[in-house]
């Protein structure tokens, strides 16, 4: 579906992601092989094409057999193609060993992609000094509160140091911040992630998922998870979730390069602490600089309606590389590029 840029500036429906399944990781590890036509449950792997945006959740319906088994459809099959392009698997729609490993992994709980318009819609703050506020931080016994607050921290200095003019300031949670970070059980109430997810944000308004209006949440999984500081076995890194969340709470999608900071996916005993080529060009499409009557403007707050006019249409018009770009069609192209994902 082709677009101008006119209507995808303007198209701002918020995906309705209420009622998404719920995952579980362990059992998608354990399910056997299987293609189309194969009688085979695929109702786990259906719940998770339907929570990260592989799937619309009205489709896969399966038809089940005398022998309470099903039939695996085209929809679980066609999804199943979306989701190894994705994550740059061999792409024949059957369910096999590479397929199963990828979606069996630890993850964030935001989409990969979003069905429920003809474009992703995603976009920057109309500001660039954000402040953040820390809420109930994590119970477990191996970390301590300055522990996590530094690694957060560093977090926040790493994207204040993308070279787009953020900064951050911390607040108390009765100072209106725009975001809040905290560790939530596992069954948080705005967002289960239970069953493997390890941490969900949202995206800044008007385009987020999960609130209509700040502070936005920012939230890790404190039951099923081991949280540390650094690489360490059976323990994920809290600088590097941070860093990956935050990206999703200055704007940017999913990213298709396994190096980038916003990969969907983080494994234990892995540090990625470093903003990757494609993070920095993500961050700087959405937050651009210009070169305006001799000198550097890179939009500081406030900003007038007319900025966020011609910031929004150059956002638009320029050909940014990022894989992690917001603007997308369904197919996971994006539309300031003539590369396709």
């Known amino acids: 579906m082709q677009a101008s840029t006119a209507s995808v500036m303007l198209h701002l429906s918020r995906p309705n992601i209420a009622g998404k399944p719920p995952i579980n990781l362990a059992k998608i590890k354990k399910l056997p092989s299987f293609s189309v036509g194969d009688k085979q449950d695929v109702g786990e792997i259906d719940n998770y094409l339907k929570h990260f945006g592989f799937m619309p959740v009205s489709s896969g319906a399966p038809t089940t057999l005398s022998s309470n088994k099903i039939v695996v459809g ?8 979306a989701f190894q392009q994705f994550f740059s698997l061999k792409v024949d729609g059957t369910f096999g060993p590479q397929t199963r490993e990828a979606m069996s992994e630890s993850r964030c709980g935001l989409p990969d992609l979003l069905q429920s318009a003809d474009f992703s819609v995603a976009g920057p ?3 660039r000094h954000l402040k953040y506020a820390f809420g109930a931080l994590s119970r477990q016994p191996q970390i301590t509160a300055d522990v996590i607050k530094a690694a957060v921290r560093r977090a926040l200095n790493t994207w204040a140091s993308s070279g787009v003019d953020l900064t951050f300031e911390e607040v108390a949670t009765t100072a209106d911040p725009d975001f809040v970070i905290e560790w939530r059980p596992a069954q948080d109430p705005d967002h289960s992630m239970v069953g493997g997810i390890i941490a969900h944000a949202d995206f ?3 385009y987020s ?3 209509d209006k700040p502070p936005l949440p920012l939230h890790f999984d404190d039951d099923e998870h081991r949280w540390v500081d650094g690489a360490v076995a059976d323990g994920l890194d809290i600088e590097t979730v ?12 999913h990213s298709t390069d396994p190096g980038a900071v916003m990969y969907p996916t983080i494994g234990k005993n892995l540090k990625r602490r470093a903003l990757q080529l494609d993070d920095k060009q993500g961050v700087r499409n959405l937050y651009p600089s210009w070169q305006f009557l001799g000198g550097l403007w890179s939009g500081k707050s406030p900003r007038s309606r007319y900025h966020t006019l011609f910031s929004n249409l150059y956002s638009a ?5 990022s894989r992690v ?3 997308r ?6 539309f300031c590029s003539e590369r396709q994902e």
């Not at 069609?329 to 994006?334: K, V």
């Open 317 to 321: 018009l320029h050909r940014c590389s």
């Open 209 to 211: 998922l999960h609130v």
């Open 125 to 127: 703050w109309d500001k």
């Open 74 to 81: 085209k929809d679980t099959s066609t999804a199943l193609k």
């Open 329 to 334: 069609t369904r197919a996971g192209r994006c």
């Open 242 to 253: 941070a860093l990956h969340e935050l990206g999703h709470i200055l704007g940017l999608y």
């Open 204 to 206: 800044p308004p008007p």
């Open 325 to 327: 770009c917001p603007r």
